[in-house]
């Protein structure tokens, strides 16, 4: 009896064990092209327990305990998925899991630039997108500022125009800053006398994405786009709160703190961003002068969202940022008072604007949206026996109407652009006054011709006060080849209003430069266009490739050029000749488990044609190498190494600069709310105070020279970021 007893209790308890233990049935594959994904694995979670799957894209994942579990689907090249599963299931059916790729992961992204409601891979105009997490990382080597963001894109320099107090600017295959139009949300608030310092003074962590169109893109927003156009998308608030802190310090004496919040509570949403950065004056070469200056800036950036309907929404906000910045003698910086008079540059700049946007959806195919921005921005520039005090006003209005068919899009609309630049009078010399008014009219169209062919065309025109009407069409297209291979070409006109602020003037703090003369003056003309190729594939179950491969042309007729008069003084004048830039830039990535290479190589010949000679236009290193390794694993660890390589340049001054190469390690270290790292940003110290000046004559009275590498060379950068 004692023994049957005991065979009862054994029975049982197997009984128990093996309905305590379940099996999944999961077939797994491309969400796109529904191909089962040979080899991708179903582990369950914090577990050794997993499966691979066969032939079919099919798994079965067995001792599985009761209760809830979360299983976790992977595969080489794609995004992992994680699914919770209440055992025991009540289905015995085979369930379908579909991962996306990683090369496909931006292509579901909307881009707002080109005014399209398409996604990147069904855009005709090439659009470049930086977000998510390579907008993170590039936080981490620069966390006040947006140039490293920018410039470690091929096609894309960071052209610094003051050796002292590192004002800088963006150039587009090889053509100066003003010809980029950076915009924020659409909205253009960093032209004229507000474009020297707004690099320096639009940190990255409210931005969900940066949109880079290079080419001539005038006919979306108007003039001031030959180069290409950069638009920083700011992030919404979501329904889940989310509050970012980033603290960060430097060996270059500097912090930065900024923080994000936003929300959204049903029919109002917030954003908050606020930052404090400040720099002590910092001079690694020990040359007397700053290739850091000692500033302090405040940025304040509050959004409101109201949600009127499902229909109509609304958002308004305000950019707020002001900042003093001082380089020059760093002994006289740093309050070591003598008799001797030393050199300084001090800008003092305050920058004010609003955004507001109207969003009315009529129906499922069309609706109707209205911005409009204002702004004020004012700069002092302090140097020995010389200063510069003016003040911008500036507003933007657009409205626009687009509709949507199954096949096509069209967007209209007109836009009205004021720009009103008013200088104090402190001496005899001629004010630099100006007043701009533009009105646009603008009509674009997006077609789905065929499945592998997407057409978009654009017209604009332009009345400039003064300079008459412009027009500007474009075109592009995108060809499907196949799944793998693509093909976008496209080109258009474009144009540029005269002002005094450019690079040129901006590093002569704009001292002895004559106003722009309205009868001798006139607009800058350009058209160009732009061919690229795209394959992307999978090796196995370990490789991701894909190429990129752009090939870039641009004319500019009559570009205005400062010149050195008989007087002493300077003048703005239209060449009778063209600028030409043309080239190449090649941009690989390789995937291979953890890690991902990205290699890119840029080639750019830009030259002044006039009377019958050409010249190559200085600044502009003809050949530049991209190269990043990066080592990830999910949610725990990130590391990267980069690597890059700048040509000789021709300067200004007949010279022609060294060539160099920079170097940059970072690490990263992750938890679910916050993460630290550190950046070994440079650690060759490639600088241009080790082989080669920056200046002559003496450090109380120097000339600069043009400035075509860093001046800060290694430094080390680390810092704690928070989710809260």
Known sequence: ???????????????????????????????????????????????????????????????????????????????????????????????????????????????????????????????????????????????????????????????????????????????????????????PLFAGAASGLGLLQTPPLDLKQVEVIKGSASTLYGGGAIAGLVNLISKTPKEQREVNVHLNGTSGKGIDLNGFYGQRFNKVGTTVFASHNRNWAYDPAKIGLTAIPKFERFVFNPKLFIYFTDKTKLNVGINTAIENRMGGDINLIEGKKDTTQRFFERNKTQRYSTQLSVDHQFNDNSFFTFKNSMSYFRRTINIPNYQFDGTQTAAFGEASYTRINEKTEWVMGANVWTDNFQENKLDTFPLRNYTSNIVGLFVQNTWKATKWLNLETGFRTDYVMDYGFTLLPRGSALFKITNKFSSRVGGGFGYKSPTIFTEESERLQYQKVLPIDRNLNKLERSYGGNLDFNYRTTFGEKFTFSINQLFFYTYLNNPLLLGLQPSGLYQFINSSGHIDTKGTETNIKIGYDDFKLFLGYTFTDTRLHENGVFKETPLTPKHRINSVLMYEVNDKWKMGLEVYYFSPQKLSDGATGKQYVMCGFMAEKLWEKFSVYINFENFLDARQTRFDTIYTGTVTNPVFRDIYAPLDGFLVNGGIKLKL
């Open 1 to 187: 009896m004692k023994s049957k007893l005991i065979l009862l209790l054994a029975v049982a308890l197997h009984t128990t064990i093996v309905f305590g233990q379940n099996t999944l049935k999961t077939v797994i594959k491309d969400s796109q092209t529904k191909e089962p994904l040979i080899g991708a694995t179903a582990i369950l979670m914090d577990t050794t327990n997993g499966t691979t799957a066969n032939l079919d894209g099919l798994t079965i994942l067995v001792n599985i305990p009761d209760g809830k579990q979360i299983i976790e689907f992977s595969f080489m090249g794609y995004e992992t998925k994680r699914d919770t599963f209440d055992f025991p299931i009540k289905t015995a059916d085979t369930i379908e899991i579909l991962l996306k790729s990683e090369l496909d992961e931006l292509d579901e992204v909307v881009v707002s630039s080109t005014r399209s409601t398409r996604t990147i891979k069904d855009i005709p105009t090439r659009v470049e997108l930086i977000a998510g997490e390579e907008l993170d990382e590039k936080s981490n080597m620069k966390t006040g500022d947006i140039r490293m963001l920018l410039s470690e894109s091929t096609g894309i320099q960071t052209q610094q125009t003051s050796a002292t107090s590192a004002n800088a600017s963006i150039r587009i295959q090889g053509l100066d800053g003003r010809y980029t139009q950076i915009l924020k949300d659409g909205f």
